[in-house]
């Protein structure tokens, strides 16, 4: 847009604009920066002493740098947005990367204190002079699961009536760990030695009664059962 003084201050829609009347100025530009067809600004020329100052070659030029201006600022606006895409990124790293330093910590700290637990456990449990074992009774477990979709529910009734049940459970009693009180009563010289040896078929062999108690109790969900054998 070009306006001459005597169009811009005595017609049309600048006439009484009172910039325009303060300074008279000779040549006014007024060029639009585009970018891909999207404004990015505006620039905007005056001279107070030319007429016509903005015609042209002297326009082409002005038009050139105005699309270069509109691409300069659509890269410094892009750049922005990458520093601070860049810098929130950096702060979500660093956030994370504190998270899982400090879940590394207390896992750390929560194992150690395993351990410890742990090794009091195996302290206890190989010293205590009362004979200790540490059996898997999770397959036990899988047959009681069968019976009861079998639709058994009085364990106590099916145990007495069907003694081959117990068999049934005894084979899939896995005996894990005994202590040094265990092995020893048996004449063994190790736990190893035990392990490799033992058959708890033998531990029940005259006696099935403490066994069929004991599984009647685990069948029926109860969490503490006492019995002499």
């Known amino acids: 847009l070009m306006l001459k003084q005597t169009i811009a201050i005595r017609g049309g829609t600048f006439a ?18 585009l970018e891909r067809g999207t404004l990015k600004g505006m620039i905007y ?15 082409e030029v002005l038009e050139l740098l105005a699309t270069q201006a509109a691409i300069s600022l659509e890269n410094a606006q892009l750049y922005d ?5 860049s810098r929130t990124l950096e702060q979500k790293v660093r956030s994370r ?8 910590r207390v ?8 351990r410890e637990s742990e090794n009091r456990y195996k302290t206890l449990f190989e010293d205590s ?8 009774f999770s397959d036990v477990k899988k047959y009681f699961n069968c019976l009861s979709a079998m639709g058994i529910k009085d364990f106590r009734s099916f145990f007495h009536s069907n003694p081959n ?8 009693i896995k005996v894990l760990s005994v202590n040094r009180a265990t092995y020893t009563a048996f004449g063994a010289k190790s736990e190893e030695e035990f392990l490799a040896n033992f058959h708890l078929h033998s531990l029940f062999s005259q006696d099935f009664r403490v066994l069929r108690e004991t599984l009647i109790a685990l069948a029926e969900g109860k969490h503490q059962f006492r019995s002499e054998f």
């Open 107 to 114: 896992r750390v700290q929560a194992e150690a204190a395993l």
């Open 165 to 172: 049940s117990i068999f049934q459970c005894l084979k899939r």
């Open 45 to 59: 020329l005056e001279n107070n002493t030319t007429i016509g100052a903005f015609a042209g070659d002297r326009l």
């Open 81 to 85: 947005r990458i520093e601070e895409y």
């Open 129 to 136: 002079a009362l004979q200790l074992w540490e059996q898997d």
């Open 16 to 33: 009484r604009d009172p910039y325009l009347l303060q300074r008279q100025p000779k040549s006014l530009l007024c060029l639009p920066m």
């Open 97 to 104: 990367t504190q998270k899982l330093q400090q879940e590394i």
